[in-house]
């Protein structure tokens, strides 16, 4: 993500909306700002502007008002010009679909090693824990530490001794053999349910026909692609139309900022696959599964 302005429109003639992902420190000032605002004497400007850092590593969290607690810190990108080798190993390594970094565009330091950085920098900042040291990297680094969401799945398929929430079945390939509580993202939403199929939100948000059914129109206007707009356009979609809704709802339950599609190929949990297909059920019992080639199950 590009260090950019995170803009705020403040309105003293509405109710104050806030999205839910937003940190609670921002929250505060935005809250503290729009109470003045409905001070008649007061006549503040009618935005709040906050400078964020967000790693632009996919499925990455950190952000810059980390960085004091968590001791992150965030690393420009190589300049493609004069790197351009070096440059492309940071773009693919963020794995996201269609990116071009901005000038504001940066890694945190948890996606690099200890030998990546420059050794008297980490030497000093160790000596000097309560001085800001700036740690610089060497000249060649490129982020190298695996990504949480890399799962090794080798030797799985036709077990089922991997799974760890209890609800996940027997898959035909390695790569759909994938417990939900093998992803960090997965159970912070599960809590205390285990797995995240037995969570109140899961059977709204990714079940409920009706809430598919909104999606269903967002896709419609968002496609360009005339033969998905025709399957999705039919007054009685079948339930593989039904099927893909509630996996992309489910992505976008899981992680508000994932783009789905190529380029980002995404295995949803088995347990997951599992409690769709039994929702929304083919006839002959026959489903494609995940291909190298797919966007999502079927």
């Not at 503290?32 to 499925?59: G, Y």
Request: charged share 20%; hydrophobic share 35%.
């Amino acid at each position: 993500m590009d260090d950019q302005p995170l803009i705020v429109i403040l309105n003293k003639s509405v109710p104050l909306r806030l999205n839910s992902y937003l940190p609670a420190e921002l929250v505060a000032i935005i809250v503290a700002e729009w109470s003045l605002l409905r001070t008649p004497d007061h006549q503040p400007p009618h935005a709040v502007i906050v400078k964020m850092t967000l790693c632009s590593v996919f499925n990455c969290n950190e952000r810059s008002e980390n960085q004091s607690s968590s001791g992150v810190h965030f690393h420009v990108f190589p300049c493609r010009s004069k790197s351009p080798t070096r440059f492309r190993s940071w773009v693919n390594y963020c794995k996201r679909k269609n990116f071009n970094p901005g000038n504001g565009a940066r890694i945190c330091s948890k996606h690099f090693k200890s030998e990546d950085y420059n050794q008297s920098d980490l030497l000093r900042q160790q000596l000097m824990p309560n001085i800001k040291v700036k740690v610089k990297l060497n000249a060649n680094a490129v982020p190298t530490v695996p990504q949480n969401f890399e799962i090794n799945v080798d030797n799985r398929s036709g077990k089922l001794n991997w799974c760890k929430c209890g609800q996940c079945v027997v898959m035909t390939t390695n790569q759909e053999s994938v417990c939900c509580q093998e992803s960090e993202k997965v159970k912070q939403v599960s809590g205390i349910v285990g797995c995240v199929t037995n969570n109140v939100l899961f059977n709204k948000l990714v079940l409920d026909k009706d809430v598919l059914n909104i999606s269903r129109h967002k896709t419609i206007l968002k496609s360009k692609n005339k033969q998905k707009k025709k399957v999705l356009c039919k007054s009685e979609p079948q339930n593989k139309v039904w099927r893909y809704l509630a996996y992309k709802q489910f992505i976008s339950w899981i992680n508000a900022w994932t783009t789905i599609g190529k380029g980002n190929r995404i295995v949803i949990p088995s347990c997951v696959i599992y409690k769709i297909r039994q929702t929304y059920p083919e006839e002959n019992d026959v489903y494609v599964g995940f291909r190298p080639n797919d966007k999502l199950p079927t």
